[in-house]
């Protein structure tokens, strides 16, 4: 049976609760296939009486059943929960992975051995104030320990971003370095909305130049004039001041922010943008 959810003192996640006593997971174990979870105890109860998962009735056996996957054991460990003696007066509350250690010794426990009544009133006095100061210590602990893992999951997801925006960078480079700089003969050729087919006929262009998917679709929705930065739009002469790289096989250009990172902020715009003329770019 998994533990009483009401006992949790945040919001527990759907992936933790058991679908069969609709606790909080305890000793939780996985269906080979779906990877599913259940309390130990209940899917061996439930596989006692059934061949298949209790969710989506894919056939399995006690002996294909496999512990959790460590990253659900981790946020379970996670799961701050009070103490099982909290109607016996403890007001503790330590992470699951916590429990046992504190209901050992828990002062409220009605099964923890008792103090020899030939025990001097100053030592038990002792003992207890020494069990709280210990408890209160280990809480802390948990609680740091939480922080500090909670940290680093931040941490590991900033450093991940960042790795990813420096590999689109390589990326959009690369691809940058192999198309040639292009010459505008007329600017007054350049089309403020072109059409649906146009834009296909350029976005096929610039996926066959060797563009990374990603970057073609940012370009392409920034094909068009409200898309344009706010200077561009004010003044579509100042073109000619942009490093502008053709797109073969079509009259249009891509201006991006890489190349032209001396431009003033209301000049560019990221990852860049697309222009399309009708005519006149060599």
């Known amino acids: 049976m998994g533990f009483d959810i009401t006992r949790f003192k945040e919001e527990v996640d759907e992936e933790l609760i058991c679908h069969i006593c609709f606790g909080v ?7 080979p296939i779906c990877e599913h979870a259940f309390c130990k105890a209940c899917i061996n109860g439930w596989l006692s009486r059934n061949i298949s998962c209790p969710i989506d009735r894919e056939v399995i056996t006690p002996y294909e059943l496999k512990p959790a996957a460590r990253i659900l054991r981790k946020l379970l460990s996670r799961l701050l929960i009070i103490c099982d003696y909290a109607n016996f007066g403890c007001t503790a509350v330590v992470t699951l992975e916590e429990l046992q250690n504190h209901q050992r010794g828990c002062e409220y426990n009605p099964h923890r051995p008792l103090v020899p009544k030939n025990e001097s009133e100053n030592r038990n006095v002792f003992a207890v104030e020494m069990k709280r100061l210990f408890d209160t210590t280990m809480s802390k602990i948990a609680n740091i320990r939480l922080k500090v893992e909670r940290q680093l999951d931040e941490q590991e997801v900033e450093l991940k971003s960042r790795l990813k925006d420096t590999w689109y960078a390589m990326e959009t480079k690369t691809w940058s370095d192999s198309l040639r700089r292009a010459r505008i003969e007329n600017w007054g050729a350049m089309l403020l909305n072109p059409e649906s087919a146009l834009q296909a006929t350029v976005r096929r262009a610039i996926t066959e130049s060797g563009c990374p998917s990603h970057l073609t679709d940012a370009l392409m ?27 073969p096989r079509s009259q249009a250009v891509v201006v991006l922010a890489a190349d032209n990172d001396y431009m003033s902020d209301d000049m560019v715009s990221f990852p860049g943008f697309v222009a399309i003329f009708t005519h006149g770019i060599e």
């Open 25 to 31: 997971l305890e000793d939780p174990l996985q269906t």
């Open 221 to 247: 929705e920034n094909a068009r004039e409200s898309r344009w930065p706010s200077g561009f739009r004010e003044n579509r002469r100042c073109i000619k001041n942009y490093v502008c790289k053709r797109i």
